[in-house]
């Protein structure tokens, strides 16, 4: 548990004194991580034509949130060894928010598939419940491609009367995405896809670090 020192001076309360000034605490920050991978761009075209050629193959969707354009079935597309690269990186990048988040022992592994939005595509709000972390790589990211918007975690500021990016006010944060970019973020953390405005699709890998069976890394 944290605990928080709270120090305030004391100020007088006679007529004419200087008015007290409260210190402010932001608390219950909900830390994401970003990082941009350019060396992957190389890869970039033979991964499209990939999850191409699984959609093609395999046209029914997996569903899950996904409305309006495609998802694998299955949690193994970084298994495939066309995504190596991809799937080292992750791995580096899952590895290092752990350990800041106090986890850098745990072993785990990765669950990932493919999510394909067509126009009018997006992905309703929802968690990924019993996962470590979790995350995402943007591989084509037309003009007019959704964003990636969180939902303010805290559950009983809906109820409050302030909106926006005020203090103690509601919010959600949107994240626009581009190719190359990977995004990681806690587990709990709800979140959605908006709308797809472009006839050219937006394929996106979202991933899971999820913990092995035996958990000590």
């Not at 001076?9 to 200087?18: E, R």
């Not at 928010?97 to 999510?115: I, P, Q, S, T, Y």
């Not at 037309?142 to 969180?150: D, H, I, K, N």
């Amino acid at each position: 548990m944290t605990s928080y020192r709270f120090k305030v001076t004391a100020g007088g309360f006679s007529s004419g004194g200087p008015a007290e000034t409260a210190a402010a605490f932001d608390l219950f920050a909900t830390r994401i991580w970003q990082v941009r991978l350019p060396r992957l761009a190389p890869r970039s075209a033979e991964w499209v034509s990939t999850i191409t050629a699984m959609r093609a193959a395999s046209p029914e969707p997996a569903g899950r949130t996904n409305r309006g354009g495609w998802n694998s079935t299955g949690h193994d597309l970084l298994e495939q060894p066309v995504f190596g690269d991809l799937r080292e990186a992750a791995l580096a990048q899952c590895r290092a928010a752990l350990a800041e988040m106090g986890a850098g022992d745990l072993a785990f592994e990765l669950k990932a598939w493919a999510n394909v939005h067509d126009r009018g595509g997006f992905n309703f709000a929802h968690l990924h419940d019993g996962c470590l972390l979790s995350g995402t790589f943007y591989l084509q990211v037309p003009e007019g491609s959704g964003v990636l918007a969180f939902r303010d975690p805290r559950p009983g500021v809906v109820n409050g009367f302030a909106k926006g990016s005020r203090p103690n006010a509601c919010r959600d944060v949107h994240l626009r995405p581009e190719a190359g970019l990977m995004v990681l973020f806690p587990h709990w953390l709800e979140h959605f896809v908006e709308v797809h405005d472009s006839d050219t699709p937006r394929i996106a890998i979202p991933f899971n670090a999820v913990l092995k069976t035996g958990g000590a890394g």
